[in-house]
Structures are given as structure tokens and as C-alpha cells.
């Protein structure tokens, strides 16, 4: 069975955007090797050089959303994460900690992204 994350956003930017800037700075970090465009982060889904595979998608919550019911918002946006098997869950869980605070090192100390002011807004991380 594989370990997956969801990155639940509400942002005003469309999803195509959200896909493109998590691929840029998956690019910057060197998440992602150059055969990776931000139109596969957002139709299949890219691996990381460690096997995180990592997809921008439309949200559709359902009402029961834990995000909707226990945190106010609804998100318009998951970022969904499934660790690869071949390698250390701890070292995968570092890459994504990395990616969505947008960060070489160390982990966002807020629980809301700010990558950039166009996809700024409220988020939470659940695990499935």
C-alpha cells in the first residue's frame, strides 16, 4: 500500500497556474529533473528523483471535507502526493515539506502557502 498526501488550497489562481509555479520551484530545489513540464505536474503527475509522484489537480471536495468542516475553507485546488516504495519515506517526506513551502531547507513555519501573491491562501496537508 502506497503512503499518500493531499495539499488542500483555496487560491483565486486557476489550476494550471498552481501546477506550473509547484513545478518551478520543484525545478529550482532539483525535485524535478528537466524532462518534467508543468503539463504533466497537472494531466499524470511527475516523480521526484526519490519517487514522490506529485499531481495538480481541480478539487471536488465532498461536504464531509475535514478541511471544510474543521477549518473554514473549501479548497479549489489538491496538490497530491504518493511516495514511491525504492525509497526512505522520511527522505520523500522531507522533498514534499520542501516543495509546497517552497524552500531548499528546513520547513514553512505557517500553515499557509505563499508562493507567490497570485496563489497565495489558505491550505492544509492531510495524509491518506
Not at 493531499?6 to 524532462?35: C, K, M, N, W, Y
Not at 526512505?88 to 515539506?97: K, L, N, V, Y
Not at 516543495?99 to 528546513?106: A, D, E, I, Y
Request: proline share 6%.
Amino acid at each position: 500500500m502506497a503512503i499518500s498526501y493531499s495539499l488542500d488550497l483555496a487560491t483565486p489562481s486557476p489550476t494550471a497556474q498552481v501546477a506550473s509555479e509547484l513545478h518551478d520551484i520543484a525545478r529550482a530545489i532539483g525535485l524535478f529533473d528537466a524532462s518534467v513540464t508543468p503539463e504533466r505536474v497537472l494531466d499524470a503527475g511527475a516523480a521526484t528523483g526519490l519517487g514522490t509522484w506529485t499531481r495538480v489537480v481541480e478539487a471536488t471536495p465532498r461536504p464531509w471535507n475535514a478541511v471544510i468542516a474543521d477549518l473554514g475553507f473549501t479548497p479549489t485546488v489538491f496538490v497530491v502526493f504518493r511516495l514511491g516504495k525504492d525509497s526512505e519515506a522520511g527522505h520523500q517526506q522531507t522533498d514534499m515539506i520542501k516543495l509546497v513551502s517552497g524552500r531548499s531547507t528546513g520547513c514553512s513555519p505557517t500553515p499557509c502557502c505563499t508562493w507567490t501573491s497570485s496563489t497565495s491562501g489558505c491550505c492544509a496537508a492531510t495524509a491518506t
